[in-house]
Structures are given as structure tokens and as C-alpha cells.
């Protein structure tokens, strides 16, 4: 079934020149003065795309950080760039967090082992603009980005995203829960995890932020998704495994609240064992939120920084996303376009009604209570 996700399509990038990506140019000669990569803010500046791919192939590498090749098909992403390009995509920390990569950029700050390119979730993305951290560069499809999805001045932009989903195995679990109120039944005790923790790991914060939803929170207030963890601890249900494959597999986490990307996944990655996980948008706490690109400022290598973000936008990038159920954050643009793969968007379940999202003041609030309450009420 094809979802019901809404994006609005700004204006048509016009002078961005990407030939080698399936656009095409316009700028006028001379209207745009090349930089050097570190300091090109687009393609144009960066002399074209020839250029811009020239010099990352000199580079030869490409450092990212936090990206695990099983998450919103990295797998394809990373070997799709490098058979392009010939660049050597090296991947540090792959199951870290939003918030360890932001320390990375400061720690390995002039190193070359410093990431070039971070992935965060957005109120991670928000932080490191404004710790002056990221540098602006404007990809060829930044216009059509919607206006709630990117930084106005092109620090970060987001790339691809889902809602929030309960996954369960169906063949450990009599009757999976539907809902964050069925989570609370005496009868899943110790089984419900979530993806890291919400201090620090952007799918964690996501699921706190939609149990506020389901529990008479708002955007302004995500104190009772606090408070709902915070009794799902106290009643013995919540289990702070990582549901990640193998510890389904192993039965260590039969309930898992995740992005319906990565629980749909599961079902393709456990296929052929005795696992039967079954995946469901709770209906009284629906969440959407996409993750942001970003070019660390002083990435080592800052041309393959930006041919690889150029990447992750084209259609082939974005098409690539729904390979493991994640929306490209073009979707609705591209299937204007012609340029969506139709057989892999229908397969994403059906979300009813049109998504909102929190804005950047209401995202930073709830991280600052997250950050504050979490610890107390629920602890490590």
C-alpha cells in the first residue's frame, strides 16, 4: 500500500549543475566564483561537477561515523558511492549515536581520522549549527527540500525518515501490543526496549516524544513520555537491551519501539529463523521525523564531504533509501518527477492523515527536558 506521507515541493533548483547525477546545468558563465571544496557552499562554487568529483577522487576517502550499514539501507548507499567514484567510504563508531558524533568533531578536530559527514537525528543537527560545527553547502535538490526539513542556511538538511512502530515477535509474544497503553500490560514485562537512549540517540528521543503524544503530551510538552517510561521501568517492562537482530533473534528483546524503517528491516533480516516479528504504527502515538546530513566545518576531506551529500540526494540516492523502508525525504517530488521507484514505495505501510512536526524552538526544548528528567526518572 502506498503511504499517505505528505512533502511539500518548493522550487526547482536552478543553478546548481549536477550532470553526473542526472540534472543539468544553468548558471550562467561567470556568475559564480570557485573556491576551493572546503569552502564551497555549492556545486557551482566548487567549479562544476567535474571538478567537485575530480578533487574527491583525489581525496580518495570518505570518513562517516555512526552509520550502520543495516540502517535505511547504508549498505547500498556506501557501496553505490564507492563503485561511482572509486572513493573508500571508512565508517567509524557505526552503532554510535547522534551525540557521539558531534564529539567526535570536536575531539578529532584537525586529525584526519575526524568524520567528514555526520547523520543526526534533528535536534542533534540544530545543536551542532549552533555550536558553529557544520558547514553550509547548498545540494543541487536544497530548494525542494521543505522548509520544516532543512536549516535555512544549508548546515544540515534532512535526508530520509518514518514514524515510530512497535515491533514484536509474534512467536514469543502471545498478543503483540498495538499501542503505548497495550505496553503497559503486566504480561510484557521485560520486554519492551527502544534504540539507545534518548539523551543521546535520536530514535530513543523519538519514542519518548511519542509516548508524550499518546499520553496527553504535545510538541510542548514531552514530560509524559517521560513519565511513561519512567513507569514502564517501575512496573518491570521496560528492558534496556539493544533490539538489534541478533538480540531478536536470541529472544532478548521480543518488543522493540523503533522507526518503522528499522522494524521492518527485522523482518527481511530474521527471515529463516524462528522469529516472527510483526510491525505496527501505534495509533494513539504517531510520530514522524526524518535525520539530517551535515558537513562537519572542518571536514579532512572536504570535496568527497560534499560529492557524497550530493549523492544522498540525487534519485538514485534517494530511491536507494527505500530499498529498507526508509521515505526519502523527496518522496512526493519524485514521483512528480517520474523519478520514484514506484515498486519500492508501495510497500511502505499506510499512515493516516498528514504528518506534523515540532519545530526547532519545540524540538530543543524536549531535548533539554529529556536531558534534564530522563536520568531521574528512568535512569541508565
Not at 499518546?214 to 539493544?242: H, T, V, W
Not at 527481511?268 to 504517531?286: A, E, N
Not at 514522524?288 to 576531506?301: F, R
Request: with cysteine; glycine share 8%.
Amino acid at each position: 500500500m502506498a503511504t499517505h506521507h505528505r512533502v511539500r515541493a518548493g522550487a526547482l533548483a536552478c543553478c546548481l549543475g549536477l550532470a553526473a547525477l542526472g540534472l543539468s546545468a544553468c548558471q550562467e558563465e561567470g556568475t559564480t566564483r570557485t573556491v576551493e571544496p572546503a569552502r564551497a557552499q555549492s556545486v557551482a562554487e566548487a567549479g562544476g561537477t567535474a571538478a567537485l568529483v575530480k578533487a574527491a577522487k583525489q581525496e580518495g576517502r570518505l570518513n562517516a561515523i555512526a552509520l550502520p550499514r543495516p540502517w535505511a539501507n547504508y549498505e547500498g548507499l556506501i557501496n553505490g558511492f564507492e563503485k561511482k567514484y572509486g572513493i573508500k567510504v571508512v565508517v567509524d563508531n557505526p552503532y554510535g549515536h547522534s551525540q557521539q558524533e558531534i564529539d567526535a568533531v570536536k575531539r578529532y578536530r584537525g586529525q584526519q581520522r575526524a568524520p567528514d559527514v555526520l547523520d543526526l537525528g534533528d535536534s542533534f543537527a540544530q545543536s551542532a549549527a549552533r555550536q558553529n560545527l557544520l558547514a553550509p553547502y547548498r545540494v543541487a535538490q536544497f530548494d525542494q527540500i521543505p522548509p520544516e526539513q532543512k536549516d535555512p542556511k544549508a548546515r544540515w538538511y534532512n535526508n530520509y525518515g518514518g514514524y515510530i512502530s512497535i515491533g514484536c515477535d509474534a512467536a514469543r509474544v502471545r498478543t503483540c501490543p498495538y499501542s503505548f497503553a497495550d505496553l503497559l500490560r503486566p504480561e510484557y514485562k521485560g520486554l519492551v526496549a527502544i534504540h539507545g537512549e534518548p539523551t543521546i540517540a535520536g530514535s530513543a528521543f523519538a519514542a519518548v516524544y511519542a509516548a508524550a503524544l499518546a499520553n496527553g503530551g504535545s510538541f510542548n510538552n514531552i514530560q509524559p513520555g517521560i513519565e511513561f517510561f519512567s513507569r514502564l521501568d517501575k512496573i518491570g517492562n521496560y528492558n534496556r537491551a539493544d533490539p538489534n537482530p541478533a538480540a531478536i533473534a536470541q529472544g532478548k528483546t521480543p518488543i522493540s519501539i523503533e522507526w518503522d524503517y528499522l522494524n521492518l528491516q527485522h523482518i527481511d533480516q530474521l527471515r529463516g529463523t524462528r522469529v516472527d516479528w510483526k510491525v505496527s504504527i501505534p495509533f494513539d502515538g504517531s510520530f514522524s521525523q526524518y535525520y539530517a546530513q551535515a558537513i562537519n566545518k572542518h571536514a579532512p576531506h572536504p570535496a568527497a564531504a560534499r560529492l557524497w551529500e550530493e549523492y544522498l540526494f540525487s534519485p538514485e540516492g534517494q530511491n536507494l533509501r527505500l530499498v529498507d523502508y526508509a521515505r526519502p525525504v523527496l518522496m512526493d517530488v519524485m514521483a512528480k518527477a517520474g523519478t520514484l521507484d514506484k515498486t519500492l514505495a508501495a510497500r511502505l505501510p499506510t499512515v493516516e492523515g498528514t504528518p506534523q512536526f515540532p519545530t526547532e524552538a519545540q524540538l530543543n526544548n524536549a531535548l533539554r527536558t529529556v536531558r534534564q528528567k530522563w536520568p531521574q526518572a528512568v535512569g541508565d
